[in-house]
């Protein structure tokens, strides 16, 4: 069944009434008419089944037949070094994809593209497309929470936040062992570096942090790599 977003100001009583560009693909490319079902999702993890009640050339709207709570047991949160390239929008769609609890677009000493206030307003604008079509065609029911950028600097401050804190860097000593990673239900914070990797000065603030500095590896990853190889390896061991 074909999956829909639709944000919670179109939603009254038990009544959705669809944005024009989900009324047009609706109408105009799937052919919907009166009668027709289809799912719908309000990305913080409530999942709707619609029937159709109006389409015209106005108005695409129908009638919620069936409420659900999807919450995403996840709660792994990534920073990711803001990559060149516009790979940052791959991350934001795999990270909807893979169901990541929040990303964190990360300033590091060796993150060479960093986009002023104007610009982040037009990204961030981006990455909210990107994860509505990602919820559609993955059937996610809620979406990744995109955190403003924050520094290196900034970030040690957070990392009390949490249960865990592991930063990945390809020259660490310590290989990932399962049985040191997180356990259930505990709050992780996955730190992935730029393509030149964190500097030596970042790791060893890390590590007065508390952090554990891991390495996924012989190879050395692209950051796009990482991040998938990252969100799948903790993940499988918070399943």
């Known amino acids: 069944m074909r999956y829909f977003f639709v944000s919670t100001d179109l939603i009254k009583d038990k009544l959705i009434t669809f944005n024009p560009e989900e009324s047009h693909h609706i109408r105009d490319v799937l052919r919907y008419v009166v009668g027709d079902e289809c799912m719908c999702t309000d990305g913080d993890g409530t999942q709707f ?38 790979k940052m929008d791959i991350i934001v769609e795999k990270a909807n994809e893979m169901g990541v609890r929040s990303l964190i677009p990360l300033l590091t000493e060796r993150t060479e593209v960093k986009p002023n206030d104007k610009q982040w307003q037009k990204i961030f604008e981006r ?5 509505q079509q990602t919820l559609k065609q993955s059937h996610v029911s809620q979406k990744t929470e995109i955190q403003s950028a924050v520094t290196f600097k900034n970030i040690l401050k957070t990392f009390s936040n949490y249960d865990r804190v592991y930063v990945f ?65 903790l993940k499988f061991l918070q399943s």
């Open 127 to 131: 990455w909210e497309r990107i994860a």
């Open 49 to 86: 089944r619609v029937k159709l009640t109006k389409v015209d050339a106005t108005t695409v709207a129908g009638e919620i037949t069936h409420q659900e709570i999807k919450k995403s047991s996840s709660c792994l949160t990534v920073a990711q070094a803001y990559p060149q390239k516009g």
């Open 169 to 233: 860097h390809p020259e660490a000593e310590l290989r990932v062992q399962v049985e040191r990673l997180a356990d259930e239900g505990q709050s992780v914070l996955a730190l992935i570096g730029p393509e030149g990797g964190f500097s030596e000065h970042e790791i060893e603030q890390a590590k007065v942090h508390h952090a554990t500095v891991v390495s996924l590896g012989e190879e050395v990853l692209k950051t796009d790599t990482a991040f998938v190889a990252v969100v799948s390896l």
